[in-house]
T-cell receptor
């Protein structure tokens, strides 16, 4: 079966750095997405990786290793507004999006 | 207006009621999706429409009936729902359903079945 694993919840301190991991087992691979979802709001697109390596976008970076079935989202200089759920999703060989259950990130002052 | 708009934001209904959820996108996309989001579970894809044609129906019970009259509008008709159907229902759109394009989501309809 197809599976995406991410930690259920993480806590970090304002101003610090946090890394949210995602491991996947899917039938084929056509890219990996990270989304942010604040409580009661729509998921919003953060990043897309299809080749190995690091993609940097401001305070957020996303890394992919296809051979290890592994990705992480790195958030730097954390702000209180970064408190949200972070969803990892992989597009499989049929171009279906397979979703993880999300990681709830709690930022403390 | 821009983006993906869903109405209503909240809906409470009895098990014998009939109601409809509406989704409208102003992004010029050709693919639209219905998802179910339950607490601490992955997003569950329910239906996919690509150029107004339904391309996916992931074993969704017949008490959920989608309708896509044009590429900008998507409905989810609800009838004789069960308490376990209480969840957040999200609509999304993308350029098409095969390209590696991100999906853009609406804020969802929070559905509660009494």
């Amino acid at each position: 079966g197809q599976n995406i694993d991410q930690p259920t919840e993480m806590t970090a301190t304002e101003g610090a750095i946090v890394q949210i991991n995602c491991t996947y087992q899917t039938s084929g691979f056509n890219g990996l997405f990270w989304y942010q979802q604040h409580a009661g709001e729509a998921p919003t697109f953060l990043s897309y990786n299809v080749l190995d390596g690091l993609e940097e976008k401001g305070r957020f970076s996303s890394f992919l290793s296809r051979s290890k079935g592994y990705s992480y989202l790195l958030l730097k200089e954390l702000q209180m507004k970064d408190s949200a759920s972070y969803l990892c999703a992989v597009r499989d060989s049929n171009y279906q999006l397979i979703w993880g259950a999300g990681t709830k990130l709690i930022i403390k002052p | 207006e821009t983006g993906v708009t869903q109405t209503p934001r909240h809906l409470v209904m009895g098990m014998t009621n009939k109601k409809s959820l509406k989704c409208e996108q102003h992004l010029g996309h050709n693919a639209m999706y219905w998802y179910k989001q339950s607490a601490k579970k992955p997003l569950e894809l329910m239906f996919v429409y690509n150029f107004k044609e339904q391309t996916e129906n992931n074993s969704v019970p017949s008490r959920f009936s989608p309708e896509c009259p044009n590429s900008s509008h998507l409905f989810l008709h609800l009838h004789t729902l069960q308490p376990e159907d209480s969840a957040l229902y999200l609509c999304a759109s993308s350029q098409d359903n095969r390209a590696n394009q991100p999906q853009h989501f609406g804020d969802g309809t929070r559905l509660s079945i009494l």
